[in-house]
């Protein structure tokens, strides 16, 4: 199974798609209640995830970002932008009329001048960047540390980065040195210390020296083909897999199965739940498999924040950790609750709820 990720930002490609890919948890105000109100009315083409108090936003006139008074903080006349990401200061952006990329401050200022065909967001201090043909990292300074030479690369995570040469895989350093040259036909990021590799049709996990801990087994590992991501792997201590894709199973960092395989799809494990569907409704289980929470929604989305998208197949709402429903799905796409608001969008009309 090729593993394509999509992971840049490029012309043709828009903003993240934020009902299908997780965000990183941030704060949100003590005794925080949902309401389902509107808290910045929908006027928007798309609508962002709210990072240090701005959030990513499309109107007729460009891509811009506002505060949480719904204020703009940078003015929509960008030609396209990405999200800002906890803790960085830079984002890929470009001015309208442009098709090269460079990365904005949270003022709107370009730091790094526009240069280049294609650029990822930062992340353990380096950041993608392309010329359209072969990739590379660059630093905060917009000065690539490691030269363009892969047709694909992932952001790096746990000190390593994957990489494509033709079709293969590997993995490389800060610095631009193998850990293991392109030979895999599918990688993942390192999380936990392990990160998933394919190797002809099966799945394994290899360390930080390159070795295998687990040798290829599994025909399915979970997120090996979502939007957002490369393949999944260890969260939590635990890895999703399957040999068929109906029938997961989660294993340890040993490669034993601690939750038996069961007729359901599984997610990964996020601070210590996890979302399971055996097809007709979503539950979250515990690294035991104990079930805590049975929903009787079709759809689930992991907690973040003390809450959880639900959602029947075409509108999206809001549980709590009781599977109390306090918001009822009404929206046709839902963001998580961060920083106390949400995007949502009914039509094609974006706007952030309370």
Not at 140 to 156: H, M, R, T, W
Request: hydrophobic share 40%.
């Amino acid at each position: 199974m090729k593993l394509h990720r999509q992971f840049l930002w490029s012309v043709p490609i828009l903003a993240v798609l934020i009902a299908s890919c997780s965000v990183s948890s941030a704060s949100v105000p003590k005794e925080f209640h949902p309401t389902g109100k509107y808290a910045i009315s929908p006027l928007f083409n798309f609508a962002g995830t709210f990072v240090n108090g701005v959030a990513l936003v499309d109107t007729k006139t460009g891509w811009g970002f506002i505060n949480k008074s719904g204020k703009y903080v940078i003015a929509p006349n960008l030609g396209l932008a990405s999200d800002f990401v906890q803790g960085i200061g830079l984002a890929p952006a470009f001015k309208s009329g442009s098709l090269l990329w460079g990365y904005i401050d949270v003022k709107g200022k370009f730091q790094v001048s526009q240069k280049f065909r294609t650029a990822g967001n930062f992340s353990e201090g380096l950041a993608i960047a392309g010329n359209g043909k072969l990739y590379g990292f660059i630093d905060e300074s917009g000065k690539y540390v490691i030269p363009l030479q892969f047709d694909g690369a992932d952001n790096f995570s746990g000190g390593f980065a994957a990489v494509r040469v033709g079709q293969k895989y590997g993995f490389v350093d800060t610095k631009g040195k193998y850990l293991a040259s392109p030979k895999f036909d599918g990688a993942g990021r390192f999380h936990d210390g392990l990160a998933a590799v394919e190797d002809g049709t099966k799945w394994g996990f290899i360390d930080v020296k390159g070795k295998y801990v687990i040798k290829p087994q599994f025909k399915y590992i979970s997120g090996a083909s979502h939007c957002c991501d490369f393949a999944g792997g260890f969260a939590d201590g635990l890895a999703a897999v399957s040999n068929n894709g109906t029938e997961w199973g989660y294993i340890d960092k040993t490669g034993k199965f601690v939750i038996k395989v069961q007729s359901r799809f599984g997610e990964d494990f996020i601070k210590g739940l996890a979302v399971v569907n055996n097809g007709k409704s979503a539950a979250f289980i515990d690294k035991k498999g104990t079930y805590l929470l049975r929903t009787h929604y079709k759809y689930a989305m992991p907690f973040v924040n003390g809450f959880a998208r639900v959602g029947n197949g075409t509108k999206w709402g809001y549980i709590d950790r009781k599977g109390k429903t306090v918001i009822k799905p009404q929206f046709d796409t839902a963001g998580d609750f961060v920083e106390g608001l949400a995007a949502v969008a009914i039509g094609t009309k974006w706007g952030y709820i309370s």
